[in-house]
Structure formats: C-alpha cells, structure tokens
C-alpha cells in the first residue's frame, strides 16, 4: 500500500505511525445494492482463525449499529426534525468498524509525522473506544490550538463526520482531531489500541442541507453529494503519494 498520509485532507506527510484492521458488516444481504452498486464495501471480511476474535468483533459491530442508530434519533429531535429522519439514509449503512493498532515506539517519530495525522472522520458518527492507552487523542479547537481528549472510562467519544456537518450546514462541526505520538522524555513509549465504529450511511445516500439548518440568512454550504461518493474522495486523498502531488507542492517538498 502507499503511503497513508495525514488522512484525507489531500496534503502529503509522513505516513501516519499506524496498523489497522477493518471489517465491514458480516450478514450481506443478497441483492443488487449489496453485490453490485455498494460491492466495494460488502466485500467477505478476512478474519483470523480465532472464533471467539470473530463471534466479538461481529457482536460488537451489532452493537454499535445499534447505538449508532440510536444516536441519529437523537441527532434527529436534536435537529427539530421527526425521530425517524435519518432511518432511510441509514438502512444500508456501509459503515466500518476498524481496530487502530499503534506500535510503540522506540525512536521519535519524524518531523509532521503522527500516530494520526490530522483529519476529519468521512461519516455521520464516529463511535470512539480507546481501548489501551488511551491518551493521545486531541481536537482542534475554534481557535485553531489543539486540546487534549481526557477519555472518561466507560464511555466512547463521538465524533461528528463530515456528512453530518454537511446536513446540518455547518452548525455542527465535523471535528478536526489528530493521535500525537508519545512523549519519549517521559517513558510514554507503549503501544496504543482504539476501537472505531465509523457510521457512513447506504452508499447512494444523497446528502442535502437539512430542512430546519437553513433559511435566507443561511443559505446551503454544500453541493449535494452521495455518501458513497464523498467517502471514496475522502479514502482517495488518504492514500496520497508524493507522486500525486500537484507539481507546486511537489517542488516545495523536495526543496525541503
Ligand atoms: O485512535 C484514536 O483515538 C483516533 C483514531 C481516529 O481518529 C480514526 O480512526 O479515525
Ligand atoms: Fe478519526
């Protein structure tokens, strides 16, 4: 694979100080949307001989489909907008759970290197479960600083994904966050392992201003867009390689 870079804001970096392991969902339904149209992301999931590894991850999976949907009922009164909104957009979600693995770390990690670059999740919602060492995870603030997640044990962190802050223009903000890499002066070398469920909801979903998050003063930010669509823009951009910059870039990177 090429180099990821600091995922999916289109600028090349050092790829990011990371493993992951991502599966899709597990009972595909047999029809043209799942075997055609959306086959990119219904592909068989590859998993390790481990039967209990399997039965939890598909069991986990279940549950976050179900508090993700939860979450959008409540995203939906939260919206001014009837409970059942967001269903029809949802109902053949090709949402991911991924494992972020991060190695520990024996060396300092490059200059503008991270364990994840800055970046905004491509979804609805995010639900986020730092399962060890869960320190490192920080969100940009208005003011463009940076500002640690303190995890509160026990809960998961929400994000907030683009196609969210794209239905509701804006108001809500589709959280710029980043993983920094751990402070070797201080011993903080171990490994780091967060669980996410990124909610990205049926592939030929179009995404519009929402009804009550507009008005004359706030006319429409955003062209409509499919979910699939903006997701495969957003997935292109993460894998950039040098070789893919545009040439001004690309002669300010190799004067550096
Ligand atoms: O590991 C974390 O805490 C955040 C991971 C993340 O932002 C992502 O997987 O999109
Ligand atoms: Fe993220």
Not at 18 to 28: L, N, P, V
Not at 59 to 78: K, P
Not at 122 to 134: D, E
Request: net charge negative; aromatic share 10%.
């Amino acid at each position: 694979m090429p180099p990821r870079s600091s995922h999916s804001r289109g600028d090349y970096t050092p790829p990011d100080l990371m493993e992951r392991f991502t599966t899709g969902r597990s009972d595909i339904p047999d029809d043209d949307y799942h075997r055609a149209r959306a086959q990119n992301h219904f592909q068989p999931n590859r998993w390790p001989s481990d039967p209990d590894f399997v039965r939890t991850a598909v069991a986990y999976y279940a549950e976050m489909e179900r508090l993700a949907s939860d979450l959008m009922r409540v995203f939906a009164r939260a919206l001014a907008l009837p409970e059942g909104y967001f269903a029809p957009f949802c109902d053949r979600h090709i949402s991911h759970l991924v494992a972020n693995y991060y190695p520990a770390q024996h060396q300092s990690a490059a200059a503008g290197q991270f364990r994840a670059g800055a970046h905004t999740d491509f979804g609805a919602l995010t639900l986020l479960h730092p399962a060890r060492s869960p320190r490192g995870l920080q969100v940009q603030a208005a003011d463009g600083g940076w500002e640690d997640v303190v995890h509160v044990p026990g809960s998961f962190i929400v994000n907030i994904g683009d196609l969210m802050a794209r239905w509701t223009n804006d108001r809500w903000v589709s959280t710029m966050h980043r993983v920094v890499p751990p402070v070797s002066e201080s011993g903080e070398t171990a490994d780091r392992m967060s669980i996410a469920f990124f909610l990205q909801p049926n592939d030929d979903a179009g995404i519009d201003c929402l009804p009550t998050c507009t008005d004359a003063e706030h006319p429409p930010l955003y062209e409509s867009v499919t979910s699939g669509a903006h997701y495969q823009m957003k997935s292109n951009r993460s894998w950039i390689g040098k070789k893919d910059l545009p040439a001004a870039s690309a002669a300010s990177e190799s004067q550096a």
